[in-house]
């Protein structure tokens, strides 16, 4: 699905099944792969140096070669760089740079793998590899760091970041080797997706300070890119870890092993205890919190600094706390614990130490340096500090636009709304119990809370690669009318556009339908964020809920000219005058009933077909007795499914646009908002602990970025 010419002289079945011999070529011979008939995929080995020459090298071609044998995949192994052209590189999933070194391609064999690897080929880079092609621009965006200096062959730690990607998830969060450890010209992390730091305070001659990546991978056009900068000494490649990772890394790099391997794109948590100067502060361990630990001991006037934390274009200030004492104030602060004032946020006392909520607030002053915590309050301990973010400027992927969120607009708060607007449904009583399984990382929050909630939203929409929210609208001068204007200018703030979920309020006819679509059009369509599909002539899109229940849409004959119109079903005779098929249930997408036909006929007759997908459904407290079935997350696997089911041409019809099932609909429980960690305790609430391997606040945001991997995937299917 890479768009990547691919072989045809095996099918898809014979994957792992048989292992495949492998061949070295000795320097100087290049030859096509070995016609390893039963191999799952095929792995070049290139390991030619133009400078330094590691011993290691025929170790790691011997650690490949065992992995191969055990794992179905052959090696073809050469030192030949006529081996890079671009039919012979078509035999193979994935290229390995084995600690090359120096200037080993002409300009036809770099063109060559350029355009292997942009066209859906894999890059693997091995220690070496980064001193490697230091003329050759597009090689450094692909390796991502070139290498500077190192130290002695020492101890180090190396501490895992992602534990759930293939070639890490079975290392440990800290893993002392023994390795030569690499500085980089450059920091590659806002470019790749770090798998793994060094801990420069274990051990001597890193220059690179608190943030030392040693493995990364990322995409790169439509291929794919991993490097470590492990690998230097011969018993690395008889390491049973370091063997794991390579086997991890190798099948990313061949499309066999699916990763998120997405560049950063919002702030990141710090943890509050790795305060680098403070007064009166000391670490506090709790069992609840990340890691185990917070930031505690605070009372009135004490700080804490971070010198690693940069208070430049930072917009937002996000933190979870914990207070059985008196709560407070936490001033953030740039420079020093007296420096420029950027903004505060006010901590309630919640009840218990190990009891969490999430404070936020905009920073409304701009100023540069590292960041300082300064907090007030009344006598005694104030509250303690587990993980905080900062929140930058610009914090957005690259956006799909089709993809579409189903956003919903309806909640509402005493502070903001003068009441509470849908958390209590079931008969629940907020703050603390809400009409939800989940509970929500913004508590309870209100939909017009523009500054605090909205723009949140639109950031994290932004992370997750969908490009269009579509708006949950109740009719003229409903809640969800009034407040559209202001999600609007929050959608536009992060690149993301609006389009329309047309709601069955009452008394909702097909005429009805059509003034609906011109007054959204005649009010809102001046607007920067909406919505306009560029394939489709500019038209904006209405997903019509429960059409079924109107028999004559003859009246959408009005505006379909100018306006994309779905029906919510799959039923093609139930879909005449309208311009295409959305599904919206996030229960059927893990079997996809008539999802294939529907994407047939849509596609042969012009027509728009949108699955939903969903990651999961339940709403027990929401309604209580309800018969409704439920639909596990089951870690992630439910998700996965049904994004496999829409993308598979077989079941999914081969789609315009997927669209989810939803951003923020918490009494269905099929939200990819994050969910609170550590929710209030005593009211039986679930969390994403457990996603995709994340625990704790790591995982509030896993299905975000689970979001933004099948966005890049649905691209690549579309190219």
């Known amino acids: 699905m890479t768009g990547r010419t691919r072989r045809t002289r095996r099918g898809l079945g014979a994957l792992a099944l048989a292992v495949a011999c492998a061949l070295s070529l000795p320097a100087g011979t290049a030859q096509a792969a070995p016609d390893e008939a039963d191999a799952a995929f095929d792995v070049l080995v290139f390991s030619k140096t133009a400078g330094f020459r590691h011993d290691s090298i025929p170790a790691g071609i011997d650690a490949l070669r065992s992995l191969g044998t055990q794992n179905g995949f052959s090696v073809t192994a050469t030192e030949d760089a006529s081996a890079f052209?671009?039919?012979?590189?078509?035999?193979?999933?994935?290229?390995?740079?084995?600690?090359?070194?120096?200037?080993?391609?002409?300009?036809?064999?770099?063109?060559?793998?350029?355009?292997?690897?942009?066209?859906?080929?894999?890059?693997?880079?091995?220690?070496?590899?980064?001193d490697t092609e230091y003329d050759w621009p597009y090689y450094g965006r692909l390796v991502g760091a070139y290498f500077k200096s190192h130290p002695a062959i020492q101890q180090a730690t190396v501490k895992t970041e992602d534990r759930t990607h293939p070639a890490t998830a079975q290392l440990p969060a800290s893993w002392t080797r023994t390795d030569e450890w690499y500085n980089y010209r450059t920091d590659p992390r806002p470019d790749v997706h770090v798998l793994q730091t060094l801990d420069e305070s274990t051990y001597s001659g890193g220059e690179m300070g608190a943030d030392h990546p040693i493995t990364w991978c990322h995409a790169q056009g439509k291929g794919r890119s991993f490097y470590t900068g492990l690998g230097h000494t011969a018993e690395s490649y008889s390491d049973p870890a370091?063997?794991?990772?390579?086997?991890?890394?190798?099948?990313?790099?061949?499309?066999?092993?699916?990763?998120?391997?997405?560049?950063?794109?919002?702030?990141?948590?710090?943890?509050?205890?790795?305060?680098?100067?403070?007064?009166?502060?000391?670490?506090?361990?709790?069992?609840?919190?990340?890691?185990?630990?917070?930031?505690?001991?605070?009372?009135?006037?004490?700080?804490?600094?971070?010198?690693?934390?940069?208070?430049?274009?930072?917009?937002?200030?996000?933190?979870?706390?914990?207070?059985a004492g008196a709560g407070g104030t936490i001033?953030?602060?740039?420079?020093?614990?007296?420096?420029?004032?950027?903004?505060?946020?006010?901590?309630?006392?919640?009840?218990?130490?190990?009891?969490?909520?999430?404070?936020?607030?905009?920073?409304?002053?701009?100023?540069?340096?590292?960041?300082?915590?300064?907090?007030?309050?009344?006598?005694?301990?104030?509250?303690?500090i587990d993980t905080f973010t900062l929140g930058t400027a610009s914090t957005t992927r690259a956006l799909n636009r089709n993809v579409h969120l189903f956003y919903y607009p309806w909640y509402g708060s005493p502070a903001v709304n003068g009441d509470w607007r849908h958390w209590p449904q079931g008969g629940h009583t907020p703050p603390d119990d809400i009409g939800a399984d989940l509970y929500p990382a913004l508590g309870p929050y209100d939909s017009a809370d523009y500054a605090r909630v909205v723009a949140q939203h639109m950031k994290w929409?932004?992370?997750?690669?969908?490009?269009?929210?579509?708006?949950?609208?109740?009719?003229?001068?409903?809640?969800?009318?009034?407040i559209a204007r202001g999600v609007l200018d929050a959608a536009q703030q992060e690149g993301v556009k609006v389009a329309w979920h047309l709601e069955p309020y009452a008394g909702r006819t097909a005429a009805s339908t059509v003034a609906d679509i011109r007054y959204l059009n005649t009010t809102y369509g001046d607007h920067p964020a909406y919505y306009r599909s560029a394939e489709h002539g500019g038209k904006g899109a209405f997903y019509v809920f429960s059409s079924l229940d109107v028999?004559?849409?003859?009246?959408?004959?009005?505006?379909?000219?100018?306006?994309?119109?779905?029906?919510?079903?799959?039923?093609?005779?139930?879909?005449?005058?309208?311009?295409?098929?959305?599904?919206?249930?996030?229960?059927?997408?893990?079997?996809?009933?008539?999802?294939?036909?529907?994407?047939?006929?849509?596609?042969?007759?012009?027509?728009?077909?949108?699955?939903?997908?969903?990651?999961?459904?339940?709403?027990?407290?929401?309604?209580?007795?309800?018969?409704?079935?439920?639909?596990?997350?089951?870690?992630?696997?439910?998700?996965?499914?049904?994004?496999?089911?829409?993308?598979?041409?077989?079941?999914?019809?081969?789609?315009?646009?997927?669209?989810?099932?939803?951003?923020?609909?918490?009494?269905?429980?099929?939200?990819?908002?994050?969910?609170?960690?550590?929710?209030?305790?005593?009211?039986?609430?679930?969390?994403?602990?457990?996603?995709?391997?994340?625990?704790?606040?790591?995982?509030?945001?896993?299905?975000?970025?689970?979001?933004?991997?099948?966005?890049?995937?649905?691209?690549?299917?579309?190219?």
């Open 461 to 482: 929409i932004a992370r997750s690669g969908a490009g269009v929210l579509v708006y949950s609208w109740w009719g003229r001068g409903s809640y969800e009318d009034r």
């Open 331 to 384: 001033e953030v602060r740039a420079g020093s614990a007296t420096g420029t004032l950027l903004g505060s946020v006010n901590v309630p006392v919640t009840g218990g130490w190990e009891t969490f909520t999430t404070v936020s607030t905009a920073l409304t002053a701009s100023a540069s340096g590292p960041l300082f915590l300064r907090f007030t309050g009344g006598g005694g301990a104030l509250f303690d």
């Open 551 to 719: 028999t004559d849409w003859t009246a959408l004959d009005q505006v379909t000219g100018t306006s994309i119109v779905l029906a919510q079903t799959t039923d093609t005779t139930k879909i005449a005058h309208f311009s295409g098929m959305y599904t919206y249930d996030g229960i059927a997408g893990a079997t996809a009933p008539g999802w294939k036909q529907a994407g047939d006929y849509a596609r042969a007759h012009g027509l728009i077909w949108s699955p939903s997908v969903a990651p999961g459904y339940i709403d027990d407290r929401a309604v209580p007795g309800n018969t409704t079935p439920t639909v596990e997350r089951a870690n992630g696997a439910a998700y996965d499914r049904q994004w496999s089911n829409a993308l598979d041409p077989a079941i999914g019809g081969t789609p315009s646009w997927v669209s989810v099932t939803s951003f923020n609909e918490w009494h269905e429980g099929s939200s990819i908002e994050p969910a609170d960690a550590t929710p209030p305790a005593g009211h039986g609430y679930r969390t994403y602990d457990g996603a995709y391997g994340l625990t704790g606040a790591a995982a509030e945001t896993a299905y975000l970025d689970r979001t933004a991997y099948w966005a890049e995937r649905f691209e690549a299917v579309r190219d």
């Open 85 to 130: 052209t671009p039919s012979n590189l078509a035999s193979y999933e994935a290229v390995v740079f084995l600690s090359t070194t120096g200037d080993v391609l002409d300009d036809s064999r770099q063109n060559a793998l350029q355009s292997y690897v942009d066209d859906g080929g894999g890059f693997l880079g091995v220690h070496a590899a980064a």
């Open 242 to 323: 370091f063997r794991n990772l390579l086997l991890g890394a190798v099948r990313y790099a061949a499309g066999q092993a699916p990763a998120d391997c997405s560049p950063p794109s919002g702030p990141r948590a710090v943890e509050a205890e790795s305060f680098t100067s403070g007064s009166g502060v000391q670490t506090a361990g709790h069992a609840a919190a990340s890691g185990g630990q917070t930031l505690g001991y605070i009372d009135n006037g004490d700080w804490a600094g971070y010198a690693s934390v940069s208070t430049e274009a930072a917009r937002t200030f996000t933190a979870k706390v914990s207070s």
